[in-house]
């Protein structure tokens, strides 16, 4: 078993679900910081909640290692051999998204992509660069190549607007100056993401990157497409 990082995540076993439910947090955060949201899912899910290396009390690497982060995923989903579903916000958006592209495990049934720093377009300008590296250049000592291969190479995993499309949804707020609602619009468009796989908020306050992931509206309607496309096919 993956011991090590397994003993940095929180797994609240749902003996009555077949169905493992991972929460992944963004950039300097921690797995406590989903528990607001986390723990409504606890009754219908096995909720798992991990510290990505560098964050909170794993001490692992650095806060920067976002592919062994995505590969400490990886293993314990094999390991564990049952339903995935992805939700990820931010940092944890782009590396639920990476997994699910890459379904190494083979277990990955959707991915919910919140305020995602995800698809070239975050890439695409010298403008962009800057920002994004302002964003995650952390205290100056961070080695970036590895979060930039992730972001380049997540539309190369899978074939554009293929069959896996449809178990992708993007949740975003007009008024994120993080991830702005274009580069939302274009990963839209490069991944095929259906309609009515998208909620956008227009009601949030300005610069407003975190809310989306706590907001009741949020949760239920993660909860409605996972019951509407999942449960009759596994309970």
Not at 93 to 114: D, H, P, Y
Request: hydrophobic share 30%; glycine share 4%; net charge positive.
């Amino acid at each position: 078993m993956n011991k090590k990082f397994e003993s940095h995540c929180k797994i609240n076993e749902n003996n009555k679900s077949k169905y493992d439910v991972y929460f992944l947090h963004g950039f300097t955060s921690r797995k406590i910081h989903q528990d607001p949201v986390a723990v409504q899912f606890r009754k219908d899910f096995t909720v798992i909640q991990c510290d990505a290396r560098g964050h909170g009390a794993n001490k692992e690497g650095h806060k920067e290692d976002w592919i062994q982060t995505i590969e400490d995923y990886e293993r314990l989903m094999k390991e564990r051999n049952k339903p995935s579903i992805l939700i990820g916000h931010s940092m944890g958006a782009t590396m639920a998204l990476s997994i699910f592209a890459r379904n190494r495990s083979g277990t990955i049934e959707k991915a919910f992509v919140i305020s995602g720093v995800h698809g070239k377009s975050l890439l695409d300008t010298n403008e962009k660069k800057d920002k994004f590296r302002k964003i995650y250049d952390y205290d100056n000592k961070a080695n970036m190549s590895d979060i930039k291969n992730i972001i380049k190479a997540l539309p190369e995993n899978f074939a554009k607007c293929d069959d896996r499309s449809k178990d992708i949804y993007l949740i975003h707020s007009k008024a994120d100056k993080l991830v702005t609602f274009d580069q939302f619009q274009q990963n839209k468009e490069e991944y095929c993401v259906p309609n009515k796989n998208t909620l956008v908020y227009d009601d949030l306050p300005i610069n407003d990157h975190i809310m989306p992931f706590y907001n009741q509206r949020t949760i239920k309607f993660i909860k409605r497409e996972i019951k509407k496309d999942l449960i009759n096919k596994h309970l």
